[in-house]
């Protein structure tokens, strides 16, 4: 059975260790389902697709509500791009700007 990954960007790291321990906890369970049955076979209220080659990971807490943006890279590899707490009901332009430059830069 051909497996996927997922891996952070370098800079998604910082940003997944800054939310609380609940949220934390929560992206490792969305992380194994997408691990253990790939992207295509997990959707709400796990994941949802935003644009281009974009999709977050629904993350919620006693604290609130987290997302990370993730594309699929290399084969069957799911990178996270950018980890945030999310505080309007859609996803703010600057994180997908992020989440897109940092995918541009790994492609280059």
């Given at each position: 059975?051909?497996?996927?990954?997922?891996?952070?960007?370098?800079?998604?790291?910082?940003?997944?260790?800054?939310?609380?321990?609940?949220?934390r906890a929560r992206f490792l369970h969305i992380a194994e389902l997408l691990e253990d049955f790939g992207p295509q076979r997990v959707g709400l209220p796990?994941?949802?697709?935003?644009?281009?080659?974009?999709?977050?990971?629904?993350?919620?807490?006693?604290?609130?509500?987290?997302?990370?943006?993730?594309?699929?890279?290399?084969?069957?590899?799911?990178?996270?791009?950018?980890?945030?707490?999310?505080?309007?009901?859609?996803?703010?332009?600057?994180?997908?700007?992020?989440?897109?430059?940092?995918?541009?830069?790994?492609?280059?």
């Amino acid at each position: 059975m051909n497996t996927w990954t997922v891996t952070l960007h370098p800079l998604a790291e910082p940003e997944l260790q800054a939310l609380p321990a609940d949220m934390r906890a929560r992206f490792l369970h969305i992380a194994e389902l997408l691990e253990d049955f790939g992207p295509q076979r997990v959707g709400l209220p796990h994941i949802r697709p935003l644009e281009d080659k974009l999709w977050e990971m629904r993350m919620q807490g006693r604290d609130g509500i987290a997302r990370a943006v993730y594309a699929a890279v290399q084969g069957r590899r799911l990178l996270v791009l950018h980890v945030f707490v999310k505080k309007t009901q859609a996803a703010p332009r600057r994180a997908l700007t992020t989440a897109r430059k940092r995918l541009e830069d790994i492609a280059s």
